[in-house]
């Protein structure tokens, strides 16, 4: 896990920008504190911090590899972990390559010399890397399929940079001539979604090579995206009597997953909050582990504090449980520095938790292990089942399904059905936008006057739900959280809380062959017997405590409502609003109004008031250079 900054010229002049590529390193030390290394050619410039798991005295990056008729022919960054490393190192000796490093990069270069772009396929893992190719002059970056790892770019007239953190290129804006402005579209997107979705950024003119995607350029060139990663979910249907056979092998391939999951040369340790994902992983971890140590966060407030039910967890499966508990204050306190390690704003509460929580881990192990995706991959969101409730509506003629909807709009808000007749009214691609949105279209103009209905979130929707319209409807809202919210919040805010405090994370449920698996099972066996996630719960039994398997989905609760209209929070909101140079972009005065009639009691606007008072903090530390976010340089031992 590092961080990865490469320039490639336009003009062959790569050694003018070497002094800002070198500079900007220092933007991201935290995802590498370790190592750090530059190298440059006439057209490119490599950049790399590191952050040292696997062969930890050798494998230094930027890394040079080539054929024996030219040894030096490419120059690799890369970022991530490729469980499968061994396996390919073992194929391409036996084709006849030889490898310089033990480590897991290595494959990837030697990769792309014997299979081409196709070497993506190839990799197990998580991964955001570029190679240099200097015979044929071309450059070439990917990203692992479910957007694990973080790649943003930009391209002048002086050349394209790539980086794993999107300061980097900020801090190199002046060398390549780059223009800052903001992207409204990106704004509206954010406000509306709760996070910036891929590819776009907030600054009009730095994007992000999407998940599952590789991209090839030459000296001068635009960037060229292609998509290697398109789920198509295969629905295998499963006799009766069969079931158990599939819950073995989703078994067999998560305990698979988790066993290459745990290659390092460093303690590999788990986050557990008590749900049946975590559990699980730290169970099958503990298999490899005796000593396995988990990790878990909560709040001194009660019913927010999963703390309990975790250690019970812990306890079941026998590993050593380290808690840590976070007061408002402290919450307040890091919400600056967080908006700074996540380069984009997201608003989601749980960032603070967990960051706090890898800020514990890091005392004690260099890699945690975490039950992301799963929910994505199995089915275990609530809302996936209301495609069953909504079922009768399918049959009834559109005109009279619209008639339904503008009955609801009339019903007294709070009467029982009025939203069932909404959501029922409307088709899925209306209806159903991933796990985020808190405002309707009324209320984002309230808060940002100039808001575009055509920019809201079906603007975002459309193209991902054009690529399911085979699929059957469990399916399509799992496919359309791959591409929306989990890679816009759940992964993001994964990386970066995580690596802030130079701790790789892994995530096992996100891994290919799990996932080869996990396409395959049927709705009926998703969403069953009055609950989610079914075929994996099943699966599970052999794995996971009883009490744990039909415990409700846990995470980690925020008592962010209270906050905001209690003494803990509601004077820093109206100070954060009062303070923040956004007029131009927010209607502050309806902000404020929002504020109080959220500590009135009037409304519920927590999530509302939370998405803008994340975009106000970043804006005051990336755009007015007001917010002092307070990064402290932080020093580890590279063998933990």
Known sequence: MCGLCTLLSADRNAAEHLEALE???????????????????EDAAFGFNRLSIIDLEHSDQPLRWGPEDNPERYALTFNGEIYNYVELREELSAAGYSFNTEGDGEPIVVGYH??????????????GFVIWDTETRTMFA??????IKPLYYATTDKGTVFASEMKC??????SIGLDLSLDKRAIEHYVDLQYVPEPESLHANIRRVESG???SLRPGEEVVAERYFKPRFPIQPIKQGEEQQLFDKIARALEDS????????????????????????????KRHNPDLLTFTTGFEREGYSEVDVAAESAAAIGVEHIVKIVSPEEYADAVPKIMWYLDNPVADPSLVPLYFVAQEARKHVKVVLSGEGADELFGGYTIYKEPLSLAPFEKIPSPLRQGLGKLSQVLPDGMKGKSLLNRGSMTMEERYYGNARSFNFEQLQRVLPWAKPEWDHREVTAPIYAQSEDFDPVARMQHLDLFTWMRGDILVKADKMNMANSLELRVPFLDKEVFKVAETIPHELKISHGTTKYALRKAMEQIVPPHVLHRKKLGFPVPMRHWLAGDELYGWAQDQITESQTEDIFNKKEMLEMLK???DGISDHSRRLWTVLSFMIWHGIFVEKRIDPQIEQRDYPVKL
Not at 23 to 41: E, I
Not at 142 to 147: V, Y
Not at 169 to 174: G, S
Request: aromatic residues 6%; negative net charge.
């Open 23 to 41: 500079q900007s390193l220092q933007c991201m030390r935290h995802r590498g504190p370790d190592a750090a290394g530059t190298w440059h050619d």
């Open 114 to 127: 014997h299979w081409g772009k196709d070497v993506v396929e190839h990799l197990r893992g998580m991964f």
């Open 142 to 147: 990917g990203r692992d399929q479910f957007g």
């Open 169 to 174: 290129i900020l801090d190199m804006a002046e």
């Open 213 to 215: 995607c590789t991209v």
């Open 258 to 285: 988790v066993e290459k999951h745990m290659r390092a040369d460093v303690t590999v340790g788990s986050f557990l909050s008590g749900g049946i994902d975590s559990t699980a992983i730290a169970a099958l971890a």
């Open 597 to 599: 009639e959220h500590r």
